[in-house]
């Protein structure tokens, strides 16, 4: 089973700054590799699909890079409704498609 | 607008049964693969089980094999989730989830709590 690793657990930013979370997969994913948001008492929302292509409706601040095992998010700006907490999901081996612990990004 | 709509879900006690269903609308049902995920009380995210668009392929987490079974009506855009032998450890949250390009659309979610 591949297991993915998300750091940092939290990432603590003040509105405005820069964002950068990273995935790291025990073995190579290709470009396999999705994101999602989750708001408190919310579903998880599709952010990010084959490591670099934003969903439909999803604001352009949210990138998504890397391939193989490393992966990064980076929100450019942070808005007051980006603080969530994001999973990443690797979707080479689907099913299962196991998902990150995530990251909790919350205001500074 | 794509929606996805669980029910069924409750308290029950250990070693019950439940069935949860989804109800979609706003996309062709019977063109996508299907998937439940679920997610434990302040935990991360698990994938339970997926189905194919005929119903052909279906496959489980090793958690739940052999205690759930997924399955679909194409003819009602819905999608089931036949929970037995529930276990304290299943109390969660349960998704169902729209396989595209990834998990694309998500339901609210319908929350299973297993106790006695």
């Known amino acids: 089973e591949i297991v993915l690793t998300q750091s940092p657990a939290t990432l603590s930013l003040s509105p405005g700054e820069r964002a950068t979370l990273s995935c790291r997969a025990s073995?190579?994913?290709?470009?396999?590799l999705a994101w999602y948001q989750q708001k408190p008492g919310q579903a998880p929302r599709l952010l990010i699909y084959?490591?670099?292509n934003r969903a439909a409706g999803i604001p352009a601040r949210f990138s998504g890079s890397g391939s193989g095992t490393d992966f990064t998010l980076t929100i450019s700006s942070l808005e007051p409704e980006d603080f969530a907490v994001y999973y990443c999901?690797?979707?080479?081996?689907?099913?299962?498609?196991?998902f990150g612990q995530g990251t909790r990004v919350e205001i500074k | 607008q794509v929606q996805l709509v669980e029910s069924g879900g409750g308290l029950v006690k250990p070693g019950r049964s439940l069935r949860l269903s989804c109800t979609a609308s706003?996309?062709?049902?019977?063109?996508?693969?299907m998937s439940w995920i679920r997610q434990a009380p302040g935990k991360g995210l698990e994938w339970v089980s997926y189905?194919?668009?005929?119903?052909?392929?279906?496959d489980y987490a090793d958690s739940v094999k052999g205690r759930f079974t997924i399955s679909r009506d194409n003819a009602k855009n819905s999608l089931f989730l036949q929970m037995n032998n529930l276990r304290a450890e299943d109390t969660a949250v349960y998704y169902c989830?729209?396989?595209?390009?990834?998990?694309?659309?998500w339901g609210q979610g319908a929350l299973v709590t297993v106790s006695s």
């Open positions: 073995q190579t994913v290709r470009n396999y």
């Open positions: 084959d490591s670099s």
């Open positions: 706003g996309f062709n049902f019977s063109d996508y693969y």
């Open positions: 999901q690797q979707r080479i081996n689907w099913p299962p498609g196991t």
């Open positions: 989830a729209r396989e595209g390009v990834a998990a694309d659309s």
């Open positions: 189905i194919s668009i005929s119903s052909n392929n279906k």
